[in-house]
């Protein structure tokens, strides 16, 4: 495909459960971050690898967030022990250049 | 103080109106500046970046003025279609890795 994916695109879980959401960018792009978005705010940071290095975690917002790239292409981010408060849309970006392409999104609704 | 701050909104304009918005930001290292348009339940889309010099795409005109730390956009002979959020982006500082700091995203809303 010629933009970045998601997968799942919906996912409920159980307070308690663990979740992993995938992402595939845009082939060729170095930069892949992931963002987390409440209903009614914007996008906010969580991660940023180049390549397969993770050059910033520091929007993760708590050691039960984690997030690899491994081969430096797909990218998963999962969420140990979910909390309702992590209920949200994850959205993954690939970069070119200055622009940031973000992907369809994984809406995830933790009860 | 949040980063990046956006009125909320919601701006409600007819067909055809002229209407701005605003962001500021707080960090004056920062080095890029962009908004993005987002429709209901979809992904942010660039709409432009933005540049000190001012750009302009058709009916659409971002402004920069670092001096007092905000962005601005202003869409002119609005359409139904313009109706959504739009968001702007603030690249976080001189380290220039790409990460975005996003406002709260403006919502309008064209009527006919």
């Known amino acids: 495909g010629a933009g970045v994916s998601q997968s799942p695109r919906y996912k409920v879980a159980k307070r308690g459960q663990d979740v992993a959401l995938r992402c595939d960018p845009i082939?060729?792009?170095?930069?892949l971050f992931w963002y987390q978005q409440a209903l009614g705010q914007g996008p906010e940071f969580l991660t940023y690898f180049q390549n397969e290095a993770q050059l910033d975690k520091s929007g993760l917002p708590s050691d039960r967030f984690f997030a690899e790239r491994p081969e430096g292409s797909v990218s998963t981010l999962k969420i140990q022990r979910t909390q309702q408060e992590d209920s949200a849309v994850y959205l993954c970006a690939s970069t070119l250049g200055n622009e940031q392409f973000f992907g369809p999104g994984t809406r995830l609704t933790v009860l | 103080r949040k980063e990046v701050e956006q009125d909320p909104g919601p701006f409600n304009v007819p067909e055809g109106a002229t209407v701005a918005f605003n962001c500021t930001y707080s960090?004056?290292?920062?080095?890029?500046f962009f908004w993005y348009r987002q429709d209901c339940r979809k992904e942010p889309k660039l709409l432009m970046s933005?540049?000190?010099s001012g750009n302009e795409d058709g009916r659409f005109t971002a402004q920069l003025n670092r001096a007092s730390q905000y962005i601005s956009l202003l869409i002119r002979d609005s359409k139904l279609s313009d109706s959504a959020t739009y968001l702007c982006a603030v690249n976080s500082g001189s380290s220039n890795t790409g990460k975005l700091i996003f406002g709260q995203g403006t919502t309008l809303q064209v009527k006919p």
């Open positions: 960090n004056s290292a920062s080095q890029s």
């Open positions: 082939s060729g792009h170095v930069s």
């Open positions: 933005v540049y000190s």
